[in-house]
């Protein structure tokens, strides 16, 4: 059976789903076999540059007031 690798999307849910938290040990050990390590990392520093980027603007709205 050939099965198809997950995509950048599915790698970027991973990623998104790892930020919060909440994974169920199925879903962390199939991620495991079938996540691309580029994607991964791909996603992850995106991820991280609009996590930076949105606490970058709620402080200055804050200090702005």
């Not at 495991?32 to 930076?52: D, E, K, M, S, T």
């Amino acid at each position: 059976m050939d099965r198809k690798k997950p995509g950048f999307l599915y790698s970027l849910k991973a990623v998104l789903w790892s930020f919060v938290g909440l994974r169920r040990r199925s879903d962390f050990d199939q991620d495991q076999r079938g996540l691309n390590p580029v994607h991964i990392i791909i996603a992850a520093l995106l991820a991280v540059a609009v996590f930076i980027g949105l606490l970058i603007t709620v402080v200055k709205f804050v200090v702005a007031k």
